[in-house]
């Protein structure tokens, strides 16, 4: 890599002006350490060393490095950035000027603070690896990444991007006698809109000022000034809750929501009369974000993840926070969703009603939601004049006049060319806020959001210029297209707006910005790894302990938790397509059965809740099955239970449904109370006719309980005698492909759970006759069936082998069997089939767990009594240990061995203030003599190996060695990040594929021994999967173009 630039021993000129929006930095490289050093227009003059071993970091004198392998012209620093264990410094090397803004803490009061997009980044690995093809994976992931940020990030050295005017003002403030040039302005940003605050984890632990890093956000920003009116729209979206749509959807457990994005219309405008001049800044705010419940869309159709009585509490903490964060005691929730499209109208019910079932609460706490749906899709058909209606009519005289808008006067007073006197009054505050949803928060609310604010601001325009009008729709245009490709990643109309000639030269959003977006073509898979890998929270980042510090806290990490008791209850029934005649025939299942304690968390499985025939396969809806299922539970576990406490209550969180099968999941409401259930999903996997129908299978649901992962599988595996093979594979393909969508970029895969818990009809018989096998029966000699169970005979074959194919065998463990065979009885009936099968009886029902010393089985048992089906509910009682990290001791114990590594690493700085300092040489350095006298450079020529040598003493990692011998293993997984194309495994199948299924089903080959358990597929399943969209430019023509850019530069 060729980086140079002029020496750096040149005499500062000294002038007046400094042009402090246009800072540069040198960054130099030794083999041990990065320094960050200022070049030119720099307020604060200091170095910042990087020790490339351990990651230290310590702020200096300015320091002058002459020994440097090479040194590279800078704009910004980003962070630190992890890929696959590897730190790399990210800077930023280009940037354009959209525009400039007008504010109060201006240096020069006639110079208004430049905001810019970024144009160029570069990541910079710390160290380089010798093997090629890591390095060409590497190279893979830093060009991804620069892609994915070429358009639509936006930054300023001397203003906040993070805040409103109205937070501005409340927040920043100058001390008595503070010079504006020592004031900073970006204090006190708002990190949720700060894209790279998860690149400058190292430099908040090790204390290092704020000031070091640039904090850029990502949304819109654009400007047009017709006459005295200046006009600037400004959206910023949130980074949590901030990937890609399919990925990024409703609410987590802390209360934030998916694609929020604020967006600011700002206007400013100038009354000029006699010997005063007035400027007005008026602001009006609004939010966006999807439904604020549990669901997700990550194939084809969205669905529900939690019940709407599992989120109250995340809810009514999601409201406190809007109210918090615009200090308003209620705002207007509008709903913009669809009633014709099922999921959309689902959604709206749900809204509703957690709204209404939150309200006391919330009205407790003095905070107000009010709550309006229009259907967008309905009334807007083929214009807006019903919404223009809508507005005016009821929306601006109920709710948008008591909101208002912000407005700032500044009044300056001359005398003689001469500035005698200055005043500045708050004439108006934002008193409320509308908080609009659709679906996608792209065009409707844009749409929306774009007429509200013209009614709430129109009577803030002092003229009738009608270019006003047509600029400030063209932005709200621009705004949608842009905020709409960075979620879902299209942006239709784009090219359309941008080709209006006679409006854009009016605009200043950028020369550069707007091409790249609209080229940018990247999946929604694409964007999501790259958004998670630059938030660190990519499953490639963090997989490898990349220093001491971190390597030493994994060791240590059990001294920094504290487990706690947790109570399971875990149910299979293989219900036959049947119902129990009442709730009540359950309820024996569900009564405490030690001590009269009542499990903390409850899990049912079940298996064929309608018949498997080809008819209920492919036309029966198990929907109606499921509701019904979801009463009779509900119901028989309040009556068992029968508790008063609140907190003891059971909770409805989720189900998830595939054909017959079923999982639902109960928990104590004190556990929500206390967020101790997170990160709470649900999968299935189709096993049935190769993986194609769904009436094998499983399906699941994982969780984080504290900071142990869970998951449980409700599995309906093959049927028939001597199918241990097939059965085996069955499991590996569900442990290979669960939720194995998410864990491309997430650890949710089977092996990344702490405890794992397999039940359901797995299907094993007992590999005997009927002679044998039913007076063993009735002679309770269980010794004898389990010599014979095929599942037994496999674990004491298996227990030892190495061969992943063998695992389940070898890592599950099942309690003591001590009741009879749960399959298969005549209906309603205690005896085993008499039908022709003659079945013989088997324990098809388990429940199994993987080994782990902090699960214990308390109980297993069948109930004889309950007889709607032709198996036997089983149920296991189990006490588990979760473990509970102590997240506030991990930090002070991080912070502490950063703070004595450095005290040891870096002791050479107090051994050199004596060394000779050489005058400041900056090459085209515009300093004022006050910022000369404060550089003083240390030349760091003599003494550079005794300072890296000593910063890298105590630094005990070795990455080369550590990431060459782990991560070699792992670079045939970094596909993920650059294919752009996801094959759709879940899409509808056509009438003929169907027909073709239901053949297989009535004329199944080979040997079927379950009379309710055909091989078929399942045609109203109700996930589809869309396919992403695919990228042309591939990494070489990158390069090439960005060659091509330089020789241009240079020329």
Known sequence: MDRTLPSLNKAASQVEYVDYDSPVWALQSTPNTFTISPLKNVKFQKSLIIDKNSVKIQEHDVVVRQDADWTLEIQGFLGIINILGLEHLMVITGKEEICRIKHRFQIYKDEPTSIYELQDIDIIPFYGVNNNHLENSLKSIREGIKRYMEAGFYFSYNFDLTLSAQKRDKLYFLSDGQDLKSFDPLSQQDYRYVWNYNLNKQMRTQHISQYWTIPIIQGFVGQSEINDIELILLSRRRWIGGGSKNHCRGLDEEGNTACSVETEQLIFYKVQKDKTVRFFTTSYVQLRATA?????????????????????????????????????????????????????????QHYKKIIDETAPTISKQGKKIDYDHFDYAHHCKKNTSVLDTYINDMLKNKYLDSIDCYTEKHSIYYENDQIVRESRSILKLQKGLVRTNCLDCSDKSNVVQMKLCYVSIIPYLKQTDPKIEQVFTTLWQLNGEYLSKQYTGQSPQLNQILSRDHLMILLNIGNMGPRRMLRQNLSDEYRQECFLIFQGSHELCNTIPSTFIESTIIKEIKSYTEEQKVVLHITTINCAGRLPSSYKELIPIFKPQIDGVFPDIMVIGLQEIVKLNAFGIFKGKNKTRMNEWEQLLRSAIEVASNTKDPMERYVWVIAKSMVGCFIGLFVKRKLLEHNRIKDLMATKIKTGLGGSAGNKGAVI?????????????????????????????????????????????????????????????????????????????????????????????????????????????RDFIEGNIDFPPTYKFDKKSNEYDSSKKQRVPAWCDRILWKRNSKVNQQILKSIQDILFSDHRPVFAQFEIYSSKINHEKVEQVEEQLFENTRFQSLYVFGKQKSMPIPQVDVNDTQLTKEQADDQNPIDMSQPEVNLDKSLSKNSKSEPEKQYDQIVIEKADNLVPLIEENDDDDDAEESPQQQEKKVQQVENPKGDVDDDHSGESGESNDDDSQNKGTADSNNVDQIKQEQIQNEEQKQQ
């Open 292 to 348: 604020p419940l549990f669901w997700q869309q990550l194939t084809g159709k969205p669905n529900m993840m939690r019940s709407v009585e599992s989120t109250l509490e995340i809810f009514t903490k999601h409201v406190m926070k809007v109210c918090e964060d615009y200090e308003v005691d209620k705002f207007l929730a509008l709903n913009l969703q669809s009633q014709s499209q099922a999921f959309e109208d689902e959604l709206t």
């Open 701 to 809: 649901v994982r969780f984080k309980l504290d900071d142990t992962n869970m998951m449980f599988l409700n599995c309906h595996l093959m049927s028939g005698k001597g199918k241990g093979s097939k059965r085996t594979d069955e499991i590996n393909f569900i442990f290979d492909n669960a939720f194995k969508t998410e864990s491309k970029s997430r650890r949710l895969g089977f092996e990344h759970h702490d405890m794992v818990f397999l039940f359901g009809d797995l299907n094993y018989r007992i590999a005997a006759t009927n002679d044998l096998v039913r007076p063993a029966v009735k002679k309770l000699d269980y010794r004898f069936l389990k010599a014979n169970d095929e599942l037994m005979q496999a674990f004491e074959l298996y227990r030892h082998s190495k061969d992943m194919q063998y695992r389940f065998y």
